[in-house]
């Protein structure tokens, strides 16, 4: 069998507005809602309405023989619940025919499978639940954020239970071997790979306009003479591409949505291929080979590496600084922190700071809020500190209620004790009392909330000398 | 190539970043073989760099009264009124005598010493109009007593020399126009030096501009047609080693500064407004006013009224090796330009690892990638800009990595071998 796995990714960022630091401490909203309601609304009106309508079309026409699939992240679910409704009922008309697949990525198309363990399989597990309640489908593909993969996340996915995974075919992974085959992870090799055609794909994504390309115009029908190109036994073309390749990045204008339609008809007449979701693919093709993929590889740029997002100092620094909040956010319990914690995971923020292509720009600066990285950088970090001044609050006012618990408790004793002390004085001579240390509350009451949440303070004496331990 | 070249200052006697601009450019010119520069300023102290290239002071080259008598091409500088009458060198009295003579007569006397030589100051002082005007009396001596194939005269005040000399023996003249009375006085220009800019342009065989910025100016303001004016950016030396002498820094608080004339020109006010915002969400930070300038009490006052004066210090003036100590001492560079025809003090502090915050209205924010860009009216973004380089030490690290590098390859040679491309235009 030959087949054909599409598979295209939607996603749009919850964009932050303008936050200048004096906004720090007084100002929780971090949100462009402007441009996010306006871009969401254009990007719904160029390319997923268009494209949805195209696809329901050419499924109901080919009657079950036309497949694909889908990875839509939690944040742009989210946008088209409040912005445009109308984008996730044509989603759910798709989801409806039985012949879309819908994967399981992160909830906010988030880099956490770079960060650990505990917050990928929360982000996970929240994408999947929503999956399974708009699309009634329980994902057992796994795509991560820009096809971010190496051998550990893999292992990690395939913990998680998910069956097939797909990635970048990353020339410097494969070497001489085709991408057109089903390979498995190194550590695990129950978790199947699918691995991009880049070439097929980028034709489509990122040539499919360019006037100066020298297969300038391409059509369906050339298209699949390419397909019919490749060697009897390479089994699969992974095409994976941005939704928004149709009507955004490659415009109306440009023929892109006849190219797709006439795609599937010159699929059935003129070759041997077939179409198959991820998840088919993964259960009818053999395994031929293990990918070795020690360093985490993607979808971006020649390199097919992290450098896009984790490539400069600041990068790195707002990455680290906003991973070191995890332990606090949960310990908050407050649930608008927790999303807002999620919504700053958001990887196009990242990809704001990048300074790779600063000197002749282009695909970076496509869609880039900022004028340069750095202004990037400075927003994202005075809404860090904002965030973070939230979270130690958050935390904090739990210790004030326990320090003020204690407080009290601590009084009463000493009442107590005064009391004691005065009709011990009554009946002899007096005695020095024995309470300095019980006066300076904002010193003693951390080590004071330790031993109290273990143990009654019965003993006034007792918590001073604790203390000092 | 040889060429006779006007300017007004030279280092190391230099009162702004004209001069610094002049020897930058001749410096990187004179590194191209077969360039013979002759450099004029109106007053030479002799201790000018001229490994590559003779500087000469106007006060020291003699007049010929005859020839300037016979010069024709003095008449046309009617705005600056030269129909001059040379008197030998006489005493005060004697000399009041023959001005007062002279303009009943409607005529103008220039003074000359005993050995026949006028006097400059190459400053900007009162008579400054007067010294222009003797400059080109002189310049047309210089022309006729050298030989070269082109003129370049640099900014307004040399403009009139390069026309005479250009009268006096028809070879091309190429004015380069660092700044523009537009951006000295905020629109609000000066009739008698716009005449002498705009007679300089017309007259010009080509004009060259320090950005694009100020490349607009001239064809909007001046009415001069955009295939005569082209762009050659600046450049900025490399450091020697002196100038990398780090000063210690006896206190622990961050240092931002701004440093320049404290003019409207430069939006000094616009610093103070982002210092205060800044002030107000951390403490452990001054802020340094270097140089002086018609608004610096106000500023003083201001700062005072705002109750930011304890975090306020003012240097005065600072020129050579202070600049670089104030630099290695400082976190924050702040160009805040209202108008900058180009601005080489952020290249300058770049060098010296102090990151750049400069404003859009200027002419070097075209070329820097690796310099934070604001408006110079958003106060908001500059402060914003200032506190996040403050506070995320990442973005210094970045900045500093990148910008030197930035720096680094912007050099005086580039700018040279443009100039030189627009000079075959006439000269092979």
């Known amino acids: 069998m030959r087949t054909i796995c599409l598979y295209f990714q939607v996603h749009q960022p919850f964009r932050f507005r303008r936050y200048r630091f004096f906004d720090i401490g007084n100002d929780h909203y971090y949100y462009d809602d402007y441009s996010n309601?306006?871009?969401?609304?254009?990007?719904?009106?160029?390319?997923?309405?268009?494209?949805?309508?195209?696809m329901l079309e050419l499924i109901l026409k080919h009657k079950g023989k036309f497949k694909l699939a889908f990875s839509i992240s939690g944040i742009a679910l989210e946008q088209f619940k409040l912005y445009a409704p109308e984008v996730l009922e044509s989603f759910q008309k798709l989801a409806e025919t039985g012949q879309v697949e819908f994967l399981s990525e992160t909830y906010s198309h988030s880099l956490c499978a770079l960060h650990g363990r505990e917050e990928f399989e929360r982000q996970v597990n929240a994408h999947r639940a929503l999956i399974k309640e708009?699309?009634?489908?329980?994902?057992?593909?796994?795509?991560?954020?820009?096809?971010?993969?190496?051998?550990?996340?893999?292992?990690?996915v395939a913990r998680m239970g998910f069956k097939a995974m797909l990635t970048e075919g990353a020339k410097h992974v494969l070497g001489w071997k085709s991408p057109n085959f089903l390979y498995c992870n190194a550590i695990n090799p129950k978790l199947k790979l699918l691995l991009k055609n880049y070439k097929?794909?980028?034709?489509?994504?990122?040539?499919?306009?360019?006037?100066?390309?020298?297969?300038?115009?391409?059509?369906?029908?050339?298209f699949v003479s390419w397909l019919n190109q490749i060697p009897e036994r390479e089994e699969v073309i992974n095409l994976f591409m941005d939704y928004e390749t149709f009507g955004e990045h490659q415009w109306k204008e440009s023929g892109i949505f006849d190219f797709l339609k006439a795609f599937p008809d010159s699929v059935f007449n003129n070759s041997s291929f077939s179409f198959s979701t991820p998840s088919e693919v993964a259960k009818k093709l053999q395994v031929v080979a293990a990918a070795n993929v020690p360093n985490p590889i993607s979808w971006a740029d020649e390199e097919r590496d992290l450098t896009a997002w984790l490539g400069n100092e600041m990068q790195q620094e707002a990455f680290h600084k906003l991973y070191s909040l995890e332990k606090k956010v949960y310990a908050s319990g407050d649930k608008i922190i927790e999303q807002d914690y999620a919504y700053l995971q958001v990887s196009d923020h990242f990809y704001y700071m990048s300074t790779k292509f600063f000197s002749d720009g282009e695909v970076h600066s496509y869609f880039n809020p900022y004028a340069s990285p750095y202004?990037?950088?400075?927003?994202?970090?005075?809404?860090?500190?904002?965030?973070?001044?939230?979270?130690?609050?958050?935390?904090?006012?739990?210790?004030?209620?326990?320090?003020?618990?204690?407080?009290?408790?601590?009084?009463?004793?000493?009442?107590?004790?005064?009391k004691l002390e005065k009709r011990l004085a009554d009946k002899k001579k007096p005695v020095i009392a024995k309470k300095a240390a019980t006066s300076k509350p904002a010193a003693t009451m951390p080590a004071i909330k330790k031993a109290a949440g273990t143990e009654p303070p019965i003993d006034i004496k007792k918590a001073p000398s604790k203390k000092k331990k | 190539m040889k060429v006779l070249m006007f300017g007004w200052e030279f280092p190391p006697h230099i009162s702004g970043g004209l001069g610094t601009a002049c020897y930058g450019l001749t410096r990187g010119m004179s590194t191209i073989p077969g360039m013979d520069i002759l450099f004029v300023v109106p007053k030479a102290y002799g201790d000018e760099d001229q490994s590559r290239f003779r500087v000469i002071g106007a006060g020291d080259v003699p007049i010929n009264i005859r020839s300037v008598r016979d010069q024709k091409y003095l008449k046309d500088l009617s705005h600056i009124e030269i129909n001059s009458n040379l008197v030998p060198y006489t005493t005060p009295e004697e000399y009041e005598i023959l001005v007062n003579k002279a303009e009943n007569s409607g005529r103008r006397l220039v003074e000359t010493t005993m050995g026949g030589k006028l006097n400059f100051t190459g400053t900007y002082g009162k008579n400054l109009y007067e010294e222009i005007a003797n400059y080109?009396?002189?310049?047309?001596?210089?022309?006729?007593?050298?030989?070269?194939?082109?003129?370049?005269?640099?900014?307004?005040?040399?403009?009139?020399a390069g026309i005479a000399a250009k009268r006096a023996t028809g070879k091309p003249l190429v004015i380069h126009v660092h700044a523009t009375d537009f951006d000295?006085?905020?629109?609000?220009?000066?009739?008698?030096?716009?005449?002498?800019?705009?007679?300089?342009?017309?007259?010009?065989?080509?004009?060259?501009?320090?950005?694009?910025?100020?490349?607009?100016?001239?064809?909007?303001?001046?009415?001069?047609?955009?295939?005569?004016?082209?762009?050659v950016y600046n450049a900025v030396d490399p450091l020697h080693d002196h100038e990398k002498l780090q000063l210690k820094r006896g206190i622990n608080d961050k240092v931002v500064t701004f440093l320049g004339r404290v003019t409207m020109q430069k939006g000094p006010e616009y610093f103070v407004m982002a210092a205060q915002k800044v002030l107000q969400k951390m403490d452990n930070v001054r802020f340094v006013m270097a140089g002086s300038g018609e608004l610096l009490e106000k500023m003083i006052h201001w700062t005072a009224a705002l109750g930011v004066s304890d975090r306020f210090h003012y240097t005065g003036f600072l020129k050579g090796d202070d600049v670089f100590r104030m630099f290695s001492i400082s976190d924050v560079y702040v160009m805040p330009s209202v108008s900058e025809p180009f601005g080489i003090s952020p290249l300058e502090a770049m060098q010296s690892n102090v990151p750049s915050i400069i404003s859009y209205q200027s002419g070097v924010a075209e070329i820097l990638k690796h310099a934070f860009k604001v408006d110079f009216w958003d106060v908001d973004a500059m402060a914003d800009?200032?506190?996040?380089?403050?506070?995320?030490?990442?973005?210094?690290?970045?900045?500093?990595?990148?910008?030197?590098?930035?720096?680094?390859?912007?050099?005086?040679?580039?700018?040279?071998k443009k100039v030189l491309a627009i000079y075959k235009e006439f000269v092979q």
């Open chain 1, 37 to 54: 309601e306006s871009i969401l609304q254009k990007v719904a009106q160029k390319s997923y309405l268009p494209a949805n309508a195209i």
């Open chain 1, 134 to 156: 708009h699309f009634g489908q329980e994902p057992s593909v796994f795509r991560n954020t820009e096809l971010i993969y190496s051998d550990e996340i893999g292992s990690m």
């Open chain 1, 200 to 222: 097929l794909s980028d034709d489509i994504a990122f040539r499919f306009s360019n006037k100066g390309w020298h297969e300038y115009p391409l059509t369906a029908e050339k």
């Open chain 1, 375 to 418: 202004e990037a950088f400075i927003n994202y970090m005075n809404i860090l500190s904002d965030f973070e001044i939230r979270v130690n609050a958050g935390i904090l006012s739990d210790t004030d209620d326990q320090v003020s618990r204690l407080s009290k408790i601590i009084k009463e004793k000493d009442e107590q004790l005064e």
């Open chain 2, 136 to 160: 080109a009396v002189v310049a047309g001596e210089i022309a006729l007593t050298n030989d070269f194939d082109i003129i370049h005269a640099h900014d307004w005040l040399t403009y009139p």
């Open chain 2, 184 to 231: 000295r006085s905020g629109g609000n220009v000066n009739p008698t030096v716009f005449e002498i800019e705009k007679t300089g342009m017309h007259l010009a065989d080509k004009i060259i501009a320090v950005s694009n910025l100020t490349r607009n100016t001239v064809i909007e303001k001046y009415g001069i047609d955009p295939n005569k004016v082209h762009t």
């Open chain 2, 385 to 416: 800009a200032i506190y996040g380089l403050l506070n995320y030490p990442a973005l210094s690290t970045m900045f500093i990595k990148f910008g030197a590098q930035e720096v680094h390859d912007m050099k005086w040679e580039n700018s040279g």
